[in-house]
Structure formats: structure tokens, C-alpha cells
């Protein structure tokens, strides 16, 4: 059985009981912003979805992002956070802001299915350092990015979270490319990933995140790459022995809103959104700062062994399978930030 449920399932009477003892207290649990505002019935409630677990500072933050705005709007807005997948995958998610049940999320490079550009973001060894990230996603060209976005998706960026590099974990060590030879692996279901990993040797899977842990569990893929915070909060730890240091992808992620309940909200209240996103975005890159030091001391402690890679063989055998998949738009922003470096 998957940890994760198994996890749930042992968590739902002690839950009862909680919520039993706090009747009357006024609290609100995990997954909304405290009371705030007293009893008073909010004008809007916002349901945010990510895929991530409570552990993760992408949910710390996102309770935080809560906390503000039900504070700042003197409880005219609620956003309740749902960690965990509980809404659906990523793109179920996406899809139901489009469809209008749900309202926020955390997304990148899966919007690549409506806008192309985004698609550019997960492009492998093409940003290279913490400030070339920062001048790509606060500049012009991640202002394009936001702009196609909301145009192509009806999803409006609030923010970006910086993620930390992504790295390959195997039951195998991975040094060369060579390494990769028949490796089934599982990425995310964006096209650029795909021909990339083709071009490298392995077999690349299209999976949702919430599915890894029991497709490497039970064999349907062997390996799979994210950074080290959804390495540690998924639990791969337990499924995989090795973190292979490709440090392949340097990106960012958005936190999105569905435009339309944006644009219903009185202006005042989409100010205390954007305001209250922008605090967010510096809450969690706090966070992420402090998580990277201490995830590799405890991915060791757990058992995983780091294993260094040849970096510029990964980059130079990739590079031709990315360039040859972008279309002219998506070349542009490339040479684009190519040229920040």
C-alpha cells in the first residue's frame, strides 16, 4: 500500500477525535486560514489545490497566503488550502479552475498544453544560477510568460516560488548518459521533458505526481527526477537508493488564479491578493533556503546516497533533442535567456 494513504488512513480517527475536542473553539484546521475575521460570512472563499504534501513550504506558504488575505480583507475573503492532490492531480486541478471548482494552484510547465512558452521553462541546463533565474523570472521575458499565460489559459500568475535544481534518483548509480540506457522513467507530462530523456537513452513515462511513489513501488518505472524537497516530502527515499547530481533543470513555478474569479473581486480585494502573493513569494523562498541546506543531511540519514554526474556530457547530448523541438516562439524565449546569463 502506498505510504502515503497508509499515512491517511492511520491519521483519520485520531482526526475525528480532534475535531470532536476543538467543537466550539473557534479554530479552523489545517487546511484554512485561522478566523480572523470572526463569525463573519466571507464574500468569497478561494479553493487553493497543490500537489504537494503538508510538509512542503509550497503548502507553508500557501496557508500563509491564507492567513494574510482572510487578515488583510478583515475576513471578506477565505482561501482554503487543500495539499496532497485532495483536488485532483495538477492538471486536473488547472482544469477545474478552468471549469470553475476549483480556484488557485501551483503550476508550471504543464501549461505548456495551452501556452508554449511555459514550455521553455523546464528546458535542461538552459539557466544555470540562482541570479540568472531571478533576472529571467522578474524580467521581460518572464513578463511575457505571465502575459501568454493569462491569455491562453484564462489563469492569472500571482507569484513565483524558485525551485531548487532538479536531480535524477535510480536504484542504479547514473553517471553519463550512458547510464541511462532502458531506464524507465517517470516525468512529468510535458513534451520538451520527453524528447529530452528520448535523446539521453532512457525511457520516459508520463506520470502524475501523486502516482510516482507507487509506480516506483511496484516496478512500473524505475527512476524518476524532481528536486530535493518533493524527493524528501514524497518519501522516495523509501523506493529509491540513489540522488544523481544532473542538477538538470533550474526553474520556477506559479502560483495561478482563475482570471475570471479574479476580475469578479472588488478592486480593493485584488489588491490585498497581489499584495498578500508578493509577501508570499518571500515567506517561501525563505523557506526553500533554509530546506535545502538541511535535505541533503537528511536524505543521507535516510539512506540515499549522492552520486556525481558528468554534467556537460548530460547537457551537450540533451541540447540537441531541446532545440530541435521548440517551435519559433518557444526559440525565441530560449535564445532569449540564453542571452541573461
Known sequence: ??????????LGLAGVLLMGSLAGCGTSGNNTASNQGGDKKPEFTLKFGHVADENNSWHKAALYFADEVKKKSNGRI?????????LGSEMDTINGIQAGTADM???????QNWAPKVGVMGALYLIKSDDQLKKVADGPIGKEIEQEILDKTGLR???WFARGPRYLTSNRPIKTPDDLNGLRLRVPNVPLYV???EALGAKPTPMALGEVFTGLQQGTVDAQENPLALIQSS?????QKYINRTEHVRSWIYVVIGNKKFESMPKDLQQIVLDAAKDMQTYEHDLMLKDEQ????????????????DQAA?????KPAILSSLNPAQKDIYEKIMNTR
Open 235 to 239: 518519501g522516495f527515499y523509501e523506493v
Open 157 to 159: 500568475p500571482l507569484t
Open 105 to 111: 494552484t501551483i503550476t508550471g510547465e504543464s501549461l
Open 314 to 318: 548530460f547537457e551537450a547530448k540533451a
Open 195 to 197: 524528447k529530452a530523456w
Open 294 to 309: 538541511a535535505l541533503t543531511q537528511k536524505l543521507q540519514s535516510e539512506g540515499m546516497q549522492f552520486v556525481d554526474t
Open 1 to 10: 500500500m502506498n505510504r502515503r494513504w497508509i499515512k491517511i488512513a492511520s
Open 78 to 86: 477565505e482561501v482554503k488550502v487543500y495539499p496532497n492532490s485532495q
